[in-house]
């Protein structure tokens, strides 16, 4: 079932887990993510980044099959289907209304002024549509989708004024990047711990690919309660195909290339859902779900 992020993040924080962001990049990744999701009894969220939505076939289309496949494939743990680094107002409207139940609005290129008064009317729409929001203070660095951008830190008064708005959850900059890293990542945990404290928002961390596993679990000691998965999972999947296609008894069919994309992604997902401590947890967010809806 499709249901609003902020149904499960608040379990999350208060029983000291993350739930898994893992990012759609064709129809069988969809498929993956909700059969092994299923299979281990975790919540799960799915995520189209914004920029490459038209790709996929637009909101509609990825709201629709994402649906569909929910029934078919009889999936009961909890599912959000997350607009990631939304771009504009406008499209996470246009995702709610094609069935969305948790956007992001990234406004962190623009002055902090901006930003909060942007991410207040995403708030504004999405709440009265029972839709979660994020958002985001600083700019996490790197590529994403070709874009590159450098690191700029989130400030606890930034988050501040971020929490403000009435937000779900909070991505703050602290030294990932998207991509690949340069060098070993190096977060900085006093400001996540700050902002955390301060502002009592479930945190969120993206660019997680490639962090080593001590910084993942001290960053959910310190209040991360969602964290991205993309880089690592098009790499596992990537290199499984390669892998495949390069045996000498390849032949010509493509669905075994396929098939072992999608067992190295299904691989990479639950050694991440593992590493964030929330495999088996949807009976805890399913009596969240109930909970909040009575």
Do not use: C
Request: no cysteine; charged share 20%.
């Amino acid at each position: 079932m499709l249901v609003p992020a902020f149904k499960l993040i608040k379990a999350a924080q208060k029983n000291h887990y993350a739930l898994g962001h893992f990012n759609i990049n064709g129809l069988n990744w969809i498929t993956v993510y909700l059969r092994t999701a299923q299979e281990t009894n975790s919540p799960v969220i799915l995520a189209t980044s914004d920029r490459l939505v038209d790709r996929l076939g637009g909101f509609q289309y990825l709201a629709d099959v994402t649906q569909y496949f929910i029934r078919e494939l009889q999936i009961t743990i909890p599912v959000v289907l997350h607009l990631d680094h939304g771009t504009s107002v406008e499209h996470t409207k246009q995702a709610i209304a094609a069935g969305y139940t948790s956007v992001m609005f990234d406004g962190s290129k623009l002055p902090i002024a901006d930003n909060v008064r942007l991410t207040k009317e995403v708030v504004d729409y999405a709440h009265a549509r029972n839709v979660s929001v994020e958002a985001e203070v600083g700019a996490v660095g790197g590529n994403e989708n070709g874009i590159i951008s450098g690191i700029k830190y989130a400030s606890v008064e930034d988050a501040v004024q971020m929490k403000n708005t009435g937000i779900d959850f909070l991505a703050a900059a602290l030294g990932s990047v998207h991509g690949d890293y340069v060098g070993k990542p190096n977060l900085n945990f006093e400001r996540m711990q700050q902002i955390s404290q301060v502002t009592g928002l479930p945190l969120v961390l993206h660019g997680a690919s490639g962090i080593p596993d001590d910084q993942i679990q001290t960053a959910i000691k310190m209040g991360t309660n969602k964290i991205n998965i993309n880089t690592e999972i098009n790499y596992a999947w990537i290199n499984a195909v390669r892998e495949r296609i390069n045996r000498k008894d390849a032949g010509h069919e493509p669905l075994p290339m396929l098939e072992a994309g999608n067992e190295a992604i299904k691989q990479m997902m639950l050694q991440k859902m593992q590493q964030f401590h929330v495999l088996g947890k949807a009976n805890i967010t399913k009596d969240k779900v109930e909970e909040n809806s009575n």
